[in-house]
T-cell receptor, first 114, second 117 residues
Framework: DSGVTQTPKHLITATGQRVTLRCSPR?????VYWYQQSLDQGLQFLIQ???????AKGNILERFSAQQFPDLHSELNLSSLELGDSALYFC?????????????FGSGTRLTVV | AQTVTQSQPEMSVQEAETVTLSCTYD???????LFWYKQPPSRQMILVIR??????QNATENRFSVNFQKAAKSFSLKISDSQLGDAAMYFC??????????????FGTGTLLAVQP
């Protein structure tokens, strides 16, 4: 157990639907990062939050949004889902904004859009 | 923009032997961090080893060591005494030393390592 908890582990939904992925960072970590892993795009950075505030944005689609709550857990919202959104979504956390010692990753949420 | 390249999509090694996975990167920055992550079939991303660019000494973690060549922008991973549990996808990753929008980890496309008994 890495200490980063992601729920649900698996999600199957239809095109056009909206889903919410949840991440609880490791205890004491203030930074949360979201990554998407797909077969054709590899591991892509989506967005980072630090202590409730957005800090960096990557190739995140406008249909996707995220937030970090006062208790530091984060949610990634994916709407108007398309087949191409099927992927493994990782959350990672680190103690500070930078990740000098690398990030601690959760076990991911496998999203399948049918 | 920084890029990370892993030119070996797949590698195979015999149990107890040594294997080296290659990684090259491109950056104009002088300070940065490099990482190797392991992703076994469970899909969990596990940090294997890290290297600070300002350190000339190569990082070592038990059976895992790196060969960091800053001028050549090369960062290879050597696994000694390979074990069946080493079978996994290995990702090389880069992160800028500086914060802000460059906090993100930039990953290579991965090398799938098979360990033969």
């Amino acid at each position: 157990d890495s200490g980063v908890t992601q729920t649900p582990k698996h999600l199957i939904t239809a095109t056009g639907q909206r889903v919410t992925l949840r991440c609880s960072p490791r205890s004491g970590d203030l930074s949360v990062y979201w990554y998407q892993q797909s077969l054709d795009q590899g591991l892509q950075f989506l967005i980072q939050y630090y202590n409730g505030e957005e800090r960096a944005k990557g190739n995140i689609l406008e249909r996707f949004s995220a937030q970090q709550f006062p208790d530091l857990h984060s949610e990634l919202n994916l709407s108007s889902l398309e087949l191409g959104d099927s992927a493994l979504y990782f959350c990672a956390s680190s103690a500070r904004q930078g990740a000098d010692y690398g990030y601690t990753f959760g076990s991911g949420t496998r999203l399948t859009v049918v | 923009a920084q890029t990370v390249t892993q030119s070996q999509p797949e590698m195979s090694v015999q149990e107890a032997e040594t294997v080296t996975l290659s990684c090259t990167y491109d950056t104009s920055e002088s300070d940065y961090y490099l990482f190797w992550y392991k992703q076994p079939p469970s899909r969990q991303m596990i940090l294997v080893i890290r290297q600070e660019a300002y350190k000339q000494q190569n990082a070592t973690e038990n059976r895992f060591s790196v060969n960091f060549q800053k001028a050549a922008k090369s960062f290879s991973l050597k696994i000694s005494d390979s074990q069946l549990g080493d079978a996994a996808m290995y990702f090389c990753a880069y992160r800028s030393y500086y914060g802000g929008a460059t906090n993100k980890l930039i990953f290579g496309t991965g090398t799938l390592l098979a360990v033969q008994p």
